[in-house]
């Protein structure tokens, strides 16, 4: 049989899991280029030879998305596999027809070729759509494991955006370690909260490589927690599978790639936000929650929020910082800072919009819905100069932080400022230690 030729459609996190588990070693395949998509400034790279296996010795050119149609042709594509998340139904199939347009086909890889075992239990954590609270659920279920005097590593979805070869395998157990790994903001707004609470996370490039150096991780490891990202399904095939869903967010459960299937593959759904979701809502999520995955365990939750200065909000014009991702093609319209400025009595909610600067009004412009917040971008050192200086422009009394790290340990902020910490709260029976109790080591 003839060699087929193919490109892989991501954003520098499943397509390489993909091209590592489906096509490195595979001799009938011949992936001739990568696409990038989504996160700024991770097109123009190589997936380095290092990386690639014997079948690549020159490594994988990545190059944008835009330039798909033209790749299939000139590159004589055979197929293209889409792989990235949190990504609506009709965009999917928008470039899905593209690609059948220009004479490839279309494919979407499922968990059986993708999905790898491990020689220890694990628990996997993932989302219908990112900014759901996976995070908040992963810390909570990780604080109930070792409770019961479990040794617990966890696993980060893949943020590779700077040297592949040198990300191949991250283990974080300090933030010194951030700062060694050269990490981006959104990769901190990750790993630290784990680090902070004492927690080892891992993350990288090459999740079979990753896995056995977590099981084997000095410290000790009796269960693995898979920290998922975006709405993505997850890499190793766990033995307890706990979706997030977003009432703040209804029928986004159903109409997201692949944060359905990440639904219909769950044992536990945790409803999350019920403290400030519309009731109606709540009651939209439970009953796709029952259309799809009826046999699921359902538990209610609450993203809880504190505020380390509320006076520093009541009366005062704020200007909101919440996390980039949730607020980008997460489609967000408000976070817990937003929440946070409206319990505690903000007078006013402070557009950034007209303070903005360099890459931040470039975000602003490909993401119009994003409204009266700052997203954290924090990509490269550019996007993180351009945020200091609208937070530094913007006409407020307050800065409210509400990403997940305490940004100002990454930025110096000339002005009153209060930081919003949000955790997972169960509401009710079943509770995520009800869940657990069952959960064999």
């Not at 400030?276 to 359902?298: H, K, L, T």
């Amino acid at each position: 049989m003839a060699q087929k030729k193919v490109i892989i459609i991501g954003a520098a996190g499943r397509d390489f899991h993909n091209f590592n588990t489906a096509y490195r070693d595979n001799p009938a395949y011949n992936v001739v280029a990568f696409t990038a998509a989504q996160i700024p400034d991770i097109a123009d790279r190589k997936y380095p030879a290092a990386l690639a296996g014997e079948l690549y010795p020159d490594g994988i050119p990545i190059y944008p998305q835009d330039d798909l149609e033209k790749l299939i042709k000139e590159l004589e594509a055979d197929e293209c596999v889409f792989a990235y998340s949190d990504v609506s139904y009709s965009t999917v199939m928008s470039i899905g027809s593209k690609v059948n347009a220009a004479g490839a086909d279309f494919t979407l890889l499922g968990h059986k070729q993708t999905m790898i075992k491990s020689t220890k239990p694990v628990i996997a954590v993932g989302a219908v759509r990112t900014g759901s609270g996976k995070s908040q659920t992963s810390r909570r279920i990780i604080e109930v494991l070792m409770e019961r005097g479990l040794k617990v590593i966890a696993i980060r979805h893949p943020m590779p955006y700077g040297d592949l070869e040198a990300q191949k395998v991250q283990r974080f157990a300090t933030i010194e370690d951030m700062e060694k790994h050269k990490c981006t903001i959104e990769e901190m707004e990750e790993y630290e909260p784990h680090i902070v609470r004492g927690n080892i996370i891992y993350a990288g490039v090459d999740y079979e490589a990753i896995l056995r150096a977590a099981e084997n991780d000095p410290n000790g490891c009796d269960v693995i927690l898979w920290d998922g990202g975006n709405n993505d399904f997850p890499f190793y095939r766990p033995d307890l599978m706990v979706t997030v869903a977003d009432p703040h967010r209804p029928g986004h459960e159903l109409a997201y790639y692949p944060g359905e299937t990440t639904l219909r593959i769950a044992d536990v759904v945790v409803i999350n936000k019920i403290d400030s979701a519309d009731f109606n809502n709540i009651q939209i999520v439970r009953d796709n929650i029952a259309a799809v995955n009826p046999n699921a365990i359902v538990v209610d939750a609450a993203s809880t929020i504190s505020v380390d200065n509320p006076e520093l909000i009541r009366g005062k014009r704020v200007l909101v910082i919440e996390d980039g991702p949730t607020l980008t093609h997460g489609e967000m319209k408000i976070g817990a800072g937003v929440v946070a400025a409206r319990r505690f009595g903000a007078a006013e909610i402070v557009d950034p919009r007209p303070y903005a600067v360099g890459r931040l009004l470039e975000t602003y412009q490909t993401y119009p819905d994003i409204g009266t917040v700052l997203p954290a971008m924090g990509y490269g050192a550019q996007q993180i100069s351009d945020l200091s200086e609208t937070i530094e422009r913007t006409d407020c009394d307050t800065v409210v932080i509400a990403t997940p790290i305490d940004l100002g340990r990454i930025i110096n902020i000339n002005k009153p400022n209060t930081r919003v910490e949000y955790s997972l709260q169960e509401i009710g029976r079943p509770s995520l230690e009800d869940v657990l109790a069952d959960f064999k080591v």
